[in-house]
Protein backbone atom coordinates (compact mmCIF):
# COMPACT_ATOMS: atom_id res chain seq x y z
CA UNK A 1 0.00 0.00 0.00
CA UNK A 2 1.42 3.60 -1.20
CA UNK A 3 1.09 6.63 0.49
CA UNK A 4 0.95 9.58 -2.23
CA UNK A 5 0.51 13.03 0.11
CA UNK A 6 -0.94 15.83 -2.07
CA UNK A 7 1.14 18.57 -1.91
CA UNK A 8 -2.18 20.69 -2.62
CA UNK A 9 -2.31 21.08 1.03
CA UNK A 10 0.86 21.96 1.64
CA UNK A 11 2.41 25.40 3.40
CA UNK A 12 3.93 26.42 0.18
CA UNK A 13 5.27 29.51 1.94
CA UNK A 14 7.76 26.63 2.75
CA UNK A 15 7.30 23.96 0.42
CA UNK A 16 10.90 22.49 0.18
CA UNK A 17 10.60 22.03 4.16
CA UNK A 18 7.44 20.06 3.79
CA UNK A 19 8.29 17.97 0.94
CA UNK A 20 11.56 16.88 2.64
CA UNK A 21 9.04 16.71 6.06
CA UNK A 22 6.63 13.81 4.27
CA UNK A 23 9.74 12.14 2.70
CA UNK A 24 10.96 11.79 6.18
CA UNK A 25 7.50 10.76 7.41
CA UNK A 26 7.35 7.58 5.26
CA UNK A 27 5.38 8.89 2.10
CA UNK A 28 5.86 6.75 -1.04
CA UNK A 29 5.18 9.41 -3.75
CA UNK A 30 4.25 13.20 -3.86
CA UNK A 31 1.02 13.88 -5.62
CA UNK A 32 0.82 17.04 -7.78
CA UNK A 33 -2.66 18.33 -8.06
CA UNK A 34 -2.74 20.75 -11.63
CA UNK A 35 -5.49 22.62 -11.96
CA UNK A 36 -6.17 25.09 -14.80
CA UNK A 37 -10.01 27.15 -13.80
CA UNK A 38 -11.33 25.02 -17.07
CA UNK A 39 -11.47 21.70 -16.35
CA UNK A 40 -11.80 22.65 -12.91
CA UNK A 41 -13.01 25.63 -11.01
CA UNK A 42 -9.91 26.25 -9.11
CA UNK A 43 -6.33 27.31 -10.06
CA UNK A 44 -3.12 25.82 -8.74
CA UNK A 45 0.22 25.54 -10.40
CA UNK A 46 2.20 23.99 -13.33
CA UNK A 47 5.11 22.56 -14.56
CA UNK A 48 7.93 24.96 -12.81
CA UNK A 49 6.43 23.96 -9.24
CA UNK A 50 6.74 20.13 -10.78
CA UNK A 51 10.32 21.00 -11.30
CA UNK A 52 10.72 22.51 -8.04
CA UNK A 53 9.31 19.34 -6.18
CA UNK A 54 11.57 17.03 -8.59
CA UNK A 55 14.38 18.52 -6.80
CA UNK A 56 13.57 18.41 -3.38
CA UNK A 57 12.83 14.68 -3.12
CA UNK A 58 13.47 11.18 -4.21
CA UNK A 59 10.29 9.87 -4.47
CA UNK A 60 8.31 9.40 -7.59
CA UNK A 61 6.58 12.31 -8.35
CA UNK A 62 2.89 11.61 -9.43
CA UNK A 63 1.14 13.86 -11.37
CA UNK A 64 -2.45 14.42 -11.55
CA UNK A 65 -3.51 16.79 -14.66
CA UNK A 66 -7.27 18.55 -13.90
CA UNK A 67 -6.81 19.99 -17.30
CA UNK A 68 -8.21 21.03 -20.37
CA UNK A 69 -5.42 19.50 -23.76
CA UNK A 70 -3.26 17.60 -21.79
CA UNK A 71 -1.93 16.38 -24.77
CA UNK A 72 -0.28 20.16 -25.63
CA UNK A 73 1.06 20.34 -21.64
CA UNK A 74 2.41 17.36 -20.54
CA UNK A 75 5.62 17.20 -22.65
CA UNK A 76 6.29 20.22 -20.04
CA UNK A 77 5.25 17.80 -16.69
CA UNK A 78 7.59 14.82 -18.41
CA UNK A 79 10.47 17.59 -19.15
CA UNK A 80 10.03 18.82 -15.54
CA UNK A 81 10.43 15.41 -13.50
CA UNK A 82 7.14 13.66 -13.36
CA UNK A 83 7.27 9.85 -12.91
CA UNK A 84 3.59 9.17 -13.55
CA UNK A 85 0.98 11.36 -15.32
CA UNK A 86 -2.74 10.94 -14.72
CA UNK A 87 -5.06 12.58 -17.39
CA UNK A 88 -9.00 12.88 -17.25
CA UNK A 89 -11.41 10.46 -19.56
CA UNK A 90 -14.14 12.82 -19.20
CA UNK A 91 -14.85 14.78 -22.88
CA UNK A 92 -14.36 17.95 -20.90
CA UNK A 93 -10.73 17.53 -20.86
CA UNK A 94 -11.13 18.13 -24.43
CA UNK A 95 -8.10 15.57 -25.66
CA UNK A 96 -7.92 12.12 -27.48
CA UNK A 97 -7.89 9.71 -24.64
CA UNK A 98 -6.21 6.77 -26.40
CA UNK A 99 -3.28 9.17 -28.27
CA UNK A 100 -2.55 10.93 -25.04
CA UNK A 101 -2.12 7.45 -23.23
CA UNK A 102 0.05 6.51 -25.52
CA UNK A 103 1.40 9.80 -25.64
CA UNK A 104 2.33 9.20 -21.63
CA UNK A 105 3.81 5.66 -22.76
CA UNK A 106 5.97 6.86 -25.12
CA UNK A 107 7.72 9.21 -22.38
CA UNK A 108 8.39 6.58 -20.08
CA UNK A 109 6.38 8.03 -17.28
CA UNK A 110 3.51 5.39 -15.60
CA UNK A 111 0.47 6.05 -17.37
CA UNK A 112 -2.69 6.91 -15.12
CA UNK A 113 -6.18 7.56 -16.57
CA UNK A 114 -8.75 8.91 -14.01
CA UNK A 115 -12.75 9.38 -13.40
CA UNK A 116 -14.94 11.71 -11.39
CA UNK A 117 -17.64 10.38 -9.27
CA UNK A 118 -20.19 11.81 -11.78
CA UNK A 119 -18.87 9.56 -14.85
CA UNK A 120 -19.67 6.15 -15.98
CA UNK A 121 -17.22 3.48 -15.30
CA UNK A 122 -17.63 2.50 -19.07
CA UNK A 123 -15.78 5.66 -20.25
CA UNK A 124 -12.26 3.80 -19.13
CA UNK A 125 -13.07 0.04 -19.47
CA UNK A 126 -11.73 0.61 -23.55
CA UNK A 127 -8.18 1.84 -21.91
CA UNK A 128 -7.68 -0.28 -18.81
CA UNK A 129 -5.41 -2.51 -20.81
CA UNK A 130 -3.35 0.71 -21.91
CA UNK A 131 -2.54 2.23 -18.49
CA UNK A 132 -0.35 1.61 -15.55
CA UNK A 133 -2.42 3.27 -13.08
CA UNK A 134 -6.44 3.73 -12.43
CA UNK A 135 -7.35 6.83 -10.56
CA UNK A 136 -10.32 6.31 -9.15
CA UNK A 137 -11.65 10.34 -8.27
CA UNK A 138 -13.61 9.85 -4.26
CA UNK A 139 -14.34 13.86 -4.50
CA UNK A 140 -15.63 15.97 -7.10
CA UNK A 141 -11.84 17.79 -8.37
CA UNK A 142 -10.97 21.17 -7.65
CA UNK A 143 -10.52 21.63 -3.81
CA UNK A 144 -9.39 19.65 -1.12
CA UNK A 145 -10.40 19.09 2.39
CA UNK A 146 -13.64 17.52 1.00
CA UNK A 147 -16.09 14.53 1.75
CA UNK A 148 -15.11 11.53 0.52
CA UNK A 149 -18.02 9.79 -1.35
CA UNK A 150 -18.04 5.80 -0.63
CA UNK A 151 -20.16 5.29 -3.08
CA UNK A 152 -17.41 5.21 -5.49
CA UNK A 153 -15.99 2.08 -4.08
CA UNK A 154 -18.38 0.25 -6.64
CA UNK A 155 -15.46 1.49 -9.04
CA UNK A 156 -12.72 0.31 -7.38
CA UNK A 157 -13.69 -2.94 -6.62
CA UNK A 158 -14.83 -3.55 -10.52
CA UNK A 159 -11.30 -2.47 -11.69
CA UNK A 160 -9.81 -4.83 -9.28
CA UNK A 161 -12.19 -7.54 -10.40
CA UNK A 162 -11.38 -6.33 -14.06
CA UNK A 163 -7.90 -5.93 -13.61
CA UNK A 164 -7.40 -9.99 -11.90
CA UNK A 165 -10.17 -11.62 -14.73
CA UNK A 166 -8.70 -9.54 -18.03
CA UNK A 167 -4.75 -10.14 -16.83
CA UNK A 168 -3.89 -11.95 -13.87
CA UNK A 169 -0.15 -11.13 -15.12
CA UNK A 170 -0.42 -7.11 -15.39
CA UNK A 171 -2.84 -6.98 -12.28
CA UNK A 172 0.52 -6.88 -9.72
CA UNK A 173 1.81 -4.23 -11.42
CA UNK A 174 -1.36 -1.66 -11.83
CA UNK A 175 -2.04 0.33 -9.34
CA UNK A 176 -5.53 1.63 -8.20
CA UNK A 177 -5.24 4.89 -6.49
CA UNK A 178 -7.96 6.83 -4.35
CA UNK A 179 -7.70 10.26 -4.07
CA UNK A 180 -10.51 12.75 -2.24
CA UNK A 181 -11.45 12.77 1.56
CA UNK A 182 -8.73 9.93 2.43
CA UNK A 183 -7.99 10.06 6.52
CA UNK A 184 -8.04 6.96 8.39
CA UNK A 185 -10.94 5.50 8.21
CA UNK A 186 -11.66 5.83 4.81
CA UNK A 187 -8.27 4.79 4.06
CA UNK A 188 -9.52 1.43 5.60
CA UNK A 189 -12.81 1.30 3.18
CA UNK A 190 -10.60 1.92 0.11
CA UNK A 191 -7.81 -0.80 1.08
CA UNK A 192 -10.78 -2.99 1.50
CA UNK A 193 -12.36 -2.81 -1.57
CA UNK A 194 -8.73 -2.78 -3.49
CA UNK A 195 -7.40 0.18 -3.66
CA UNK A 196 -3.53 -0.08 -2.84
CA UNK A 197 -2.49 4.01 -3.80
CA UNK A 198 -4.13 6.66 -0.76
CA UNK A 199 -3.75 10.33 -2.03
CA UNK A 200 -3.97 12.32 1.21
CA UNK A 201 -3.97 15.92 1.79
CA UNK A 202 -5.30 17.30 4.58
CA UNK A 203 -4.80 14.74 6.91
CA UNK A 204 -1.39 14.77 6.26
CA UNK A 205 -0.41 18.43 5.86
CA UNK A 206 -2.88 19.91 8.36
CA UNK A 207 -1.49 17.17 11.44
CA UNK A 208 1.12 18.52 13.69
CA UNK A 209 2.79 14.53 13.20
CA UNK A 210 3.30 14.14 9.47
CA UNK A 211 5.01 10.27 10.71
CA UNK A 212 2.03 9.67 12.26
CA UNK A 213 -1.01 10.74 10.26
CA UNK A 214 0.83 8.90 7.65
CA UNK A 215 1.22 5.49 10.17
CA UNK A 216 -2.96 6.49 10.81
CA UNK A 217 -3.56 5.70 6.94
CA UNK A 218 -1.55 2.82 6.56
CA UNK A 219 -3.84 1.32 9.88
CA UNK A 220 -0.49 1.03 12.10
C1 LIG B 1 -8.67 17.30 -5.57
C2 LIG B 1 -7.28 16.74 -5.67
C3 LIG B 1 -6.85 15.97 -4.43
C4 LIG B 1 -6.91 16.78 -3.15
C5 LIG B 1 -6.88 15.84 -1.97
O1 LIG B 1 -9.11 17.69 -6.81
O2 LIG B 1 -7.16 15.89 -6.80
O3 LIG B 1 -5.56 15.42 -4.63
O4 LIG B 1 -5.85 17.67 -3.10
O5 LIG B 1 -7.03 16.58 -0.80
P1 LIG B 1 -7.79 15.99 0.49
O6 LIG B 1 -7.00 14.78 0.92
O7 LIG B 1 -7.71 17.12 1.46
O8 LIG B 1 -9.18 15.64 0.06
ZN1 LIG C 1 -5.22 14.74 -6.98
Request: hydrophobic share 40%; charged share 30%; proline share 4%.
Amino acid sequence: MLIAPSILAADFSRLGDEIRKVEDAGADWIHCDIMDGHFVDNISFGPAIVGFVRKQTKLPVDVHLMIEHADHYLPRFVDAGANSITVHVEPEAKHDVGKTLQQIRDSKCRVGLTLNPETDFKLVEPFLDKIDMLLVMTVHPGFGGQKFRADQMEKVKRAKSLFEKTCPERSRRVDIEVDGGINSETARVSIQNGANVLVAGTSIFKEKDYAQAIRDLRGN
